[in-house]
C-alpha cells in the first residue's frame, strides 16, 4: 500500500510520509530567452516523516522549525474540488491541444520556448514547434499546462517517480516553490483530497494568494531560502 502523501497541515507546515525523495532542481537556461531545462544536483537525506516550510521563514529551509508559529502564520487555502480538465481553458491544434488553467502558473517561464507553448501548440503541425510544445509544457513545473496527442487523445506527461523538487531559479535571482512530481496525494488539514496530478507547485515563500498552490509570490518578493548561488536581479536586467 502507497502510504506517500503530503498533508497541509493549519496554518503550519507540509506534512510529509512515506519517505518521499527530497531533492534541489535547478532552472538553466539563458538571460535572453529564460529557462530551458531543470537539473536535479542534489537529493537530501530525509526520514520516514518530515515537515516542509510553507511561511518562508524558517532558518532551516526547507524544513520547519517552528517559526510559523512566533509569527502567527495564517494560510487561507483554498478547497475546489473541481477537476483540472473542467476548469482549464482548451486551445486547439492540429496535432496537440493544450489544457491552460492560468492560476496555476508558478512563474517558472518554460512556456516561452520556441515561439511559445500556446503558438506552437497551434502551429504543432510543424514538427519543431510541436516538439517544443511539449518540451516547455512539460517542463512546465506547475502542471498549468498540458498538452494532449490528438491521435491518442492522451495527455502528454513526464514519467516522474515521486519526488519534492526544492526548485531554484538563478535567472531571475530566487528560491521557487516546491515541485511535487510523480503523482503524490495531497490533502487538506480536514483530510480533504486535492486532485492528484503529475505535476504541481506547492507555495514555500508564505505569500501566495491561492494557498497552498504557488502563484509566483516568490518572484515579486525576491524570495531566497538561503542559496548562496542566487543572485537578485537588478532592475535593468
Not at 6 to 17: A, D, F, M, R
Not at 89 to 99: M, T
Request: hydrophobic share 30%; net charge neutral.
Amino acid at each position: 500500500m502507497n502510504n506517500q502523501k503530503i498533508k497541509v497541515s493549519k496554518n503550519g507546515p507540509y506534512l510529509v510520509s512515506g519517505k518521499i525523495p527530497l531533492a534541489k532542481e535547478i532552472a538553466i537556461g539563458n538571460a535572453n530567452n529564460g529557462p530551458t531545462d531543470w537539473v536535479r544536483e542534489e537529493e537530501m537525506e530525509v526520514l520516514e516523516n518530515y515537515a516542509l516550510c510553507r511561511c518562508g521563514h524558517s532558518r532551516n529551509k526547507p524544513f520547519c522549525d517552528g517559526t510559523h508559529q512566533k509569527i502567527y502564520f495564517v494560510a487561507l487555502d483554498i478547497i475546489d474540488q473541481q477537476l483540472f480538465t473542467e476548469k482549464a481553458s482548451k486551445i486547439v491544434g492540429p496535432e496537440l491541444d493544450l489544457y491552460d488553467y492560468q492560476k496555476l502558473c508558478s512563474g517558472a517561464r518554460f512556456c516561452h520556448l520556441g515561439q511559445s507553448t500556446w503558438n506552437d501548440v497551434i502551429n504543432s503541425n510543424n514538427l519543431e514547434a510541436k516538439q517544443n510544445a511539449i518540451r516547455s509544457a512539460c517542463n512546465c513545473p506547475s502542471g498549468r499546462l498540458v498538452v494532449v496527442d490528438k491521435q491518442t487523445g492522451k495527455m502528454i506527461e513526464p514519467d516522474y517517480q515521486p519526488v519534492i523538487g526544492i526548485t531554484e531559479d538563478p535567472l531571475a535571482g530566487v528560491s521557487g516553490p516546491l515541485a511535487v512530481k510523480g503523482n503524490i496525494e495531497i490533502e487538506t488539514s480536514d483530510g480533504e483530497k486535492y486532485e492528484t496530478r503529475n505535476r504541481v507547485t506547492l507555495c514555500r515563500c508564505g505569500l501566495s494568494k491561492n494557498m497552498p498552490f504557488c502563484d509566483a509570490k516568490h518572484l515579486g518578493s525576491s524570495f531566497n531560502d538561503g542559496d548562496k548561488s542566487l543572485k537578485p536581479k537588478r532592475n535593468n536586467e
